[in-house]
């Protein structure tokens, strides 16, 4: 890009005068290429400002006290630092118990959903059987409808099963994601078929082949959708709460928005607030900054958030 | 081939997948396109034996219901207010991004952070950053303790302090604040795909406008958008398609259940939010008809999509 900024201003310099000297040429397009540069240097800067912003704002207000929040001039950083307020909102939040149940949730799924993935995905990569493209074709084909579709009848389905308030109710109607299958059969059909075929000449069967040697070769893929199936549990909101009632059943998003982290006068403790919302935040960072390659390498394909 | 002979192994392999599919994706079409069928169908009075009668009375109803019209009109307004913004903002910031060589993983990630949020959790943090502490009435006798960061930063460049979501504020501040939100919420799925994209364009096209001494901007409107039109495409259609689902970003700035400052809070409801409301009403029969009603505006939103791009996408 540079270059052609190079070449663009050059021209630019030199049509107007086009007797003037080579160095004065060089010289201009290098102030040019310089300001074009620190031009986008700043605008990138800012952006990632303005993007930083909502961060910095919930760790700096979760370590204030309600007196110093409210100031009418807002302060940058806390006068004093309260980690009180994380103890605080762990323990009025109940957040113990709401990691807990959303950590169950998310693993347990997670783990059924992989072996599901794993398993639909090789049949459509590997094995022959009759209809199977209609049927791939007719499984890509739900994933254009909304997800609020199926859930009006997903919940009178659980309601007659009798699963409300359970955890299945919170596992089960997911664990199959066409996305999932769909990224995991590419991943599949990249794997050279003379392996397959020199496995079975040696008389591995198609189950010990998918175990010793698909899998550990699909590994990055099934990391991403690990990953993503996690932050799906992590983040999911809507549907916990149509079908969780009691409070030992509320996953954490749940139970972060519905949380009342009141002071002593009634009114929000934001701090506290902030305190839980960071908590709450904090997986998904850690899991960013040692996984941020399969995150981004699973998200770039979907268009799916969560 | 030799596998052939084993088809029902296949079947094997597909089984648990086949059989969840049945119950929770491939049921609820049909049930939920059938119960949109059924006039003002509920839960409740089904359960107790009660029969309805079949017809586009739902439809009809929901379509003359202003709840949802005004449902319909928000999804659209914050739908049109921002895929734009947020896609023409990734777009200069990939271009950026992929211009320069210091400190362009560092920006890229933190470019990236607002994904791997929860958006009710970073939805409250706007909510904490747009509030104003105290008893906002729009009255003098009002007593107001903190104007909040926003306009704090607003006050500093001798603007007039506004109420964002609390009571008296206006829609358009209630727009204005969940359009900010959204927007930055999308952006790092589409700067991901946008620098992708830019990247993979073969260096060969500017080695050529360089010769040509091609000015910067004929570059950009010539070179790099007609190549990175199908990226442009694609950023545009998920955005749509998220942006018709709008809802929990929502609940995330206003709280709890709540679509809409204090003393409205179905102000911004949007036609998830409609039928997820219906539903708990027990009214799956207006819920269907609007969960159809919503497919069908993705259906045609995305279509729509699909043939202005075939018109302007190069691929």
């Known amino acids: 890009m540079t270059e052609i900024v190079n070449s663009a201003a050059t021209t630019m310099a030199g049509s107007p005068a086009p007797q003037r000297g080579a160095n004065a040429q060089v010289r201009s397009s290098r102030i040019l290429r310089m300001l074009v540069t620190a031009g986008t240097y700043a605008f990138l800067l800012f952006m990632a400002l303005l993007v930083l912003f909502p961060f910095y704002w919930m760790i700096i207000s979760s370590l204030k006290t309600t007196e110093e929040y409210r100031l009418n001039v807002p302060t940058f950083w806390p006068q004093s630092i309260q980690l009180v307020n994380y103890v605080n909102a762990f323990t009025e939040a109940n957040l113990g118990r709401l990691f807990l149940n959303t950590a169950y949730v998310g693993i347990v799924s997670t783990i059924l959903s992989l072996v599901i993935t794993i398993l639909t995905a090789f049949a459509f990569a590997r094995l022959e059987f009759k209809g199977k493209n209609i049927l791939f074709a007719g499984m890509l084909a739900t994933m254009m409808i909304p997800g609020e579709l199926f859930t009006i009848t997903n919940y009178q389905t659980v309601n007659t099963f009798g699963w409300m308030d359970t955890y299945t109710v919170l596992i089960v109607p997911f664990l199959v994601s066409v996305f999932y299958i769909y990224l995991l059969r590419q991943n599949f059909m990249q794997i050279p078929n003379e392996l397959y075929l020199a496995a079975k000449v040696d008389g591995t069967s198609d189950f010990k082949y998918l175990w010793k040697v698909m899998v550990p070769l699909a590994l990055p893929t099934l990391i991403s959708i690990t990953i993503l199936k996690m932050m799906g549990a992590w983040n999911s909101y809507v549907w916990p709460r149509l079908v969780t009632k009691s409070e030992e059943m509320r996953l954490i998003t749940n139970g972060l928005r519905g949380a009342s982290l009141k002071d002593a006068n009634g009114e929000t403790h934001y701090p506290m607030q902030m305190a839980a919302v960071a908590m709450v935040s904090a997986p998904l960072f850690l899991v960013f900054i040692f996984l941020r390659k399969y995150i981004m390498h699973g998200v770039s394909r979907s268009g799916i958030k969560g | ?315």
Not at chain 2, 15 to 23: D, F, K, T
Not at chain 2, 106 to 122: D, E, G, H, K, R
Request: proline share 4%; hydrophobic share 50%.
């Open chain 2, 1 to 315: 081939m030799v596998e052939s002979k084993h088809q029902w192994k296949a079947w094997l392999y597909l089984a648990p997948a086949i059989v969840l599919l049945l119950v929770f994706t491939v049921w609820p079409i049909v049930n939920t396109v059938r119960l949109s069928f059924l006039e003002n169908y509920n839960g409740m009075k089904a359960a107790g034996g009660a029969t309805f009668s079949i017809g586009l009375w739902n439809y009809e109803k929901v379509l003359s219901y202003p709840k949802f019209t005004d449902t319909l009109f928000n999804t659209i307004i914050l739908c049109v207010l921002t895929v734009p913004i947020s896609t023409i903002l990734a777009l200069l910031i990939a271009v950026a991004l992929n211009s320069i060589k210091p400190l362009q993983k560092t920006l890229q990630t933190i470019f990236f952070l607002p994904y791997v949020t929860n958006s009710i959790a970073i939805g409250m943090v706007f909510a904490a950053m747009f509030n104003v502490i105290g008893s906002a009435l729009g009255t003098p006798q009002e007593n107001i303790e903190s104007y909040g960061i926003i306009n704090n930063i607003i006050m500093l460049f001798g603007f007039d302090h506004q109420s964002w979501i609390n009571s008296t504020s206006t829609y358009e501040a209630n727009l204005f604040v969940m359009t900010v939100y959204i927007v930055w919420n999308a952006l790092p799925f589409k700067i991901l795909v946008l620098l992708g994209g830019l990247q993979s364009i073969n260096k060969q096209y500017y080695d050529a406008a360089k010769i040509d001494s091609t000015p910067r901007r004929r570059v950009f409107t010539r070179i790099t958008v007609p190549l990175l039109s199908p990226m442009i495409a694609y950023v545009v259609i998920t955005g749509f398609i998220g942006g018709f689902k709008e809802y929990s970003s929502i609940i995330g700035v206003f709280g709890d259940k709540k679509m809409g400052p204090p003393d409205d809070p179905d102000r911004l409801n949007t036609m998830v939010g409609f039928i997820y409301d219906s539903l708990e009403k027990n009214r799956e029969g207006l819920a269907s008809a609007a969960a159809i009603i919503l497919f069908g505006i993705i259906l045609v939103v995305t279509f729509i999509n699909l043939w202005v791009s075939k018109k302007r996408v190069h691929y």
